[in-house]
């Protein structure tokens, strides 16, 4: 007889427990694929690289994956045509990287990586900064009732 109670009580007393964590799992991925799908579609920008501030990145770029010369040829062109960060990314998608000096396609793929990971890192500081302005205008409100 208690066996069959037992039984009862346990599904009932499953019923009663808390999804939170398994709740809290889903929004957490919820909002991870969010996050991934804004920053593809790259709905906020920042402010845009000068042509010096691009030479200077370049320069910055480790030197084992890319040949400083490139590095150099690259730059020197940045800076005699002026381009900002937006024309440098247009050059990039055209396939224009091989034209300017590049010597080789994995060259141009690996300078093209890492351009495309500073721009989500920028993107991704960008949006850390107006969450963070955000936040800050919440801090103190615990218990407020709003205004409607």
Known sequence: MWGSLDRQDFHRDDDLHSQAPTLRSEAETMASE?????????????SK????????WLRMLPKDRIDGD??????RHILNQEMDEEAFETLINDGGLVDIG???QRQAKVLERYFKQRQTEALMAETAKHTGALNSTFRGKKGESMQM
């Open 34 to 46: 969010a996050m991934s799908a804004w920053l593809e579609n790259g709905c906020v920008r920042g």
């Open 49 to 56: 690289l000068s042509p010096f501030e691009l030479a200077n």
């Open 70 to 75: 490139t590095l150099k040829v690259v730059a």
């Open 102 to 104: 590049v010597p080789d």
